[in-house]
């Protein structure tokens, strides 16, 4: 199990992503991805444990074999939830990239999702870590995944780092609208039904 990509997804990711387009399978990828996630959680369950960092969970006051044994049946469910996910939003991207001209395989853009992810883990644990700055850090960090997102559609669909930006920024944007619209319609039912009880 190769640990080092990791390192090289997060600091030289245009050659990272062409070595794991050419040398690795999903298979691959989704194993490193179920260590480092379970790696991740129990690290995150030890350190909240001895040094009383809080785990953001309803209740921290579990006991540390109560959380592991909770790790064993939580962490496989996520790891399926998770990849489910990845995969639709992989799905997106690429039907995206197609209309703007890519000319890529879906399973190697969902490949490198997939390590995009598994990079992104430790660091996310890291910044929850840090409470007072964890806002911030999240921010940048949400920034450099977004870049290694179009990083990884121009690499795996042929594209443009313009048009793979687009790609990348127009769900997005389809989702704020699809959000807008859905709270609209909701405050104009609701204000329709108040003026009708009223009336």
Known sequence: MDFKIIGDVLTKPA????????????GEALKLYAVVIALVFFVRVILGTFFSIPLGLADDS?????????????????????????AIGAGVLFLFARLLGGTGDYGQLLKLHVYIMTAMAPINMAISLIVPLSGVLGFFAGLYMLYLGIKSISISMNLS???????????????????????????????????????
């Open 161 to 199: 780092t313009a048009r793979s930006i687009v790609v990348c920024i127009v769900p997005i944007v389809l989702l704020f609208l699809l959000a807008f619209t859905i709270i609209v319609i909701a405050i104009a039912l609701f204000g329709s039904a108040v003026l009708t009880g009223i009336m």
């Open 62 to 86: 579990f006991s540390l074999v109560t959380l592991l044994i909770a790790g064993i049946v939580t962490v496989p469910i996520y790891l399926i939830i998770s990849f489910i996910f990845i």
């Open 15 to 26: 050659e990272a992503f062409k070595h794991i387009m050419k040398k690795t399978r999903l």
